[in-house]
């Protein structure tokens, strides 16, 4: 179990992430999660209301079990291998969130001043998820994919527009980190 509880290093997870790149390559697949969404909308229906929807999605089959496995998996990891310990943040970090009146960082994965039932049930909560949604979402289907999906599938590629799409993803982080949080809840 305690393998299972650790970190594995990179040079363990690395080869593996190569390896499922290498057979998803092979079998002529692309991993992502947002063109589930597509897949999910068309299956739906969507296809008879919008073009972008109108397509084969049982092609699509095979990548709805990633988003299955996902849940499942995260499922398991939360409540069966999880070892209760506190998250190693940096200290300016913990001073940083502290200041803008974050209690017990470091304590969850995620903070509860977004992601709990108050902070839903507030107007700020709401507008945070809604626009964050929204932004989200344009942002997946403008860059053509989501992170994972340029981050992992693109790059190995060697496609230029995933280079591109992962430089931006990072510069959005710094910008949300450095300016937006400290706007929002400073």
Known sequence: MEAILEPWPWYVCGPLIAATMFLLLYFGKEFGMSSNLRTMCSMAGAGRKVKFFDFDWKAQRWNLTVVIGAVIGG?????????????????????????????????????????????????????????????????????????????????????????????????GGLIMTHFLIPLIFG
Do not use: M
């Open 75 to 171: 499922f398991i990891a939360v409540h069966f291998l999880s070892n209760p310990v506190d998250i190693d943040l940096n200290p300016t970090t913990v001073a940083s969130l502290e200041a803008f009146g974050w209690d017990n960082v470091g304590k969850s994965l995620v903070p509860p001043e977004i992601y709990s039932g108050d902070a839903l049930g507030s107007i700020k909560g709401i507008a945070i998820l809604l626009i964050g949604g929204f932004l989200v979402g344009f942002g997946t289907r403008y860059a053509g994919g989501c992170t994972s999906g340029h981050a992992i599938s693109g790059i190995s590629n060697l496609q230029i527009p995933s280079f591109i799409a992962v430089i931006g993803f990072f510069i």
